[in-house]
């Protein structure tokens, strides 16, 4: 049993759907406009594109994105973190907030505030959606145990049809069995 599906056993499963995760971006931008005022946000590639953009677009600021690895090697074994690309050009001397969609050890985190940081960020702050684990992120709209199923994350086109993802297709099995 893969660790996603360990956690799923144990805490459950939170399936967002697109209204969820609208409001629980739309309250993570409001935190950050109260304590932070980022001159660009950058999201992590893949699951901090999405969140990283909307709360750009309600902070009405400049966004990219930075593309870390995130592959298992196995159900159980997951790969060391790294950064596959260039930091996003224009950070020299500015205020970066870092985006991410779950949070759970900080690995990727880390690895992607010391990237920025390296590139010249003037500051580095942090806003995840979900925090799932230890990891404390500078902002974030909801801590939770359960396993996160993000919208964009439920279904994959194999052929020409959409599918369950593989990923999370035995855990949400699991959760409905409940």
């Not at 409001?30 to 950058?42: C, D, G, M, S, W």
């Not at 990219?64 to 592959?71: D, E, K, N």
């Amino acid at each position: 049993m893969s660790s996603r599906q360990n956690a799923a056993a144990s805490q459950g499963v939170l399936e967002v759907e697109w209204p969820m995760f609208g409001e629980l971006a739309r309250a993570l931008a409001l935190k950050v406009a109260r304590e932070f005022n980022p001159e660009i946000v950058v999201g992590i590639a893949n699951a901090g594109a999405i969140p990283g953009a909307v709360i750009a677009a309600i902070l009405d600021r400049e966004f990219h994105s930075i593309l870390i690895s995130r592959r298992y090697r196995s159900d159980s074994e997951r790969d060391t973190p790294a950064v596959l690309g260039a930091v996003p050009l224009g950070i020299r001397d500015r205020r970066i907030l870092l985006v991410d969609g779950t949070c759970e050890s900080g690995d990727t985190m880390r690895l992607a505030i010391a990237s920025l940081v390296n590139g010249g960020a003037e500051e580095v702050r942090t806003a995840v959606v979900f925090r799932t684990g230890p990891y404390e992120a500078d902002f974030h709209a909801l801590a939770t145990e359960s396993m996160i199923v993000l919208p964009w994350d439920r279904e994959v086109l194999l052929g020409d049809q959409l599918v369950p993802n593989p990923l999370y297709s035995s855990a949400l099995r699991s959760s409905d069995e409940r």
